[in-house]
């Protein structure tokens, strides 16, 4: 039989995994579908035009409800010019420099052509 971890034993261990280390926020521009064995090394990080990763501090920058933790606020990159196709993001750890997470963006890639185009992304973390 597996184990059953109560909804408090899940909000405790969100706010501990968030709060390990700092969190950056990273676009990448390789053509891949992330997969559970995907290495940092496929994912080629967008550089220039008002680039830069995004920090995310502890827990302050997430609402963690029932095992599941949301972005308070999206992320929004505005560019001051082309970087050409955008795949999708990841997150690293910010002290360990570990690949976190990854996700394709299910209707990208996102061309990123001329000064003021844009792309936000809202994340959302389900431990079930």
Known sequence: ???QISGTGLQTMLSSFLSSETML???YTSDVTPTSTTALS????VSGNGYAEVSLSGTSNWNITNGTATLIAPV???FTGAVGNVYGYYIVGGTSGSLIAAERFATGP???ATNGDSITVSITITVA
């Not at 496929?42 to 990080?45: M, P, Y």
């Open 110 to 112: 996102y061309t990123v």
């Open 1 to 3: 039989m597996a184990i």
């Open 76 to 78: 929004t990159w505005t």
């Open 25 to 27: 926020l990273r676009l």
């Open 42 to 45: 496929t994912l080629s990080e």
